[in-house]
Nanobody, 121 residues
């Protein structure tokens, strides 16, 4: 069994910073691409940032220059550093990872339970 557990969400003032973490645990053969998504009330879930197993990162335009995704492969953990946050960043943030549990089984996408980020004016 594999679990993704997010932490670090909460209430932050506009212009402030927050750091989200997501740790993968369980039976893991390899941890491939990891990503952060978010879903605001009444909106579809959207991809925020993505990082490959070799550390190549991509961002949605609205967070470029403000958010940084990184990973620690030794800890099976991905981070999202959120700086200069805005009210429109308010959402539930979800961690996602493509995980291969055994060498003979293709990678499967797993999701965390989500962590609330609320940006106040």
């Amino acid at each position: 069994q594999v679990q993704l557990v997010e932490s670090g969400g909460g209430l932050v003032q506009a212009g402030g910073s927050l750091r989200l973490s997501c740790a993968a645990s369980g039976s893991i053969f390899s941890l491939n691409a990891m990503a952060w998504y978010r879903q605001a009330p009444g909106k579809q879930r959207e991809l925020v940032a993505h990082i490959t197993s070799s550390g190549i990162a991509n961002y949605t335009d609205s967070v470029k220059g403000r958010f940084t995704i990184s990973r620690d492969n030794a800890k099976n953990t991905v981070y999202l550093q959120m700086n200069s946050v805005k009210s429109e960043d308010t959402a539930v943030y979800y961690c996602s990872a493509a995980i291969r549990r055994y060498i003979a089984i293709p990678p499967f996408r797993y999701w965390g339970q989500g962590t609330q980020v609320t940006v106040s004016a």
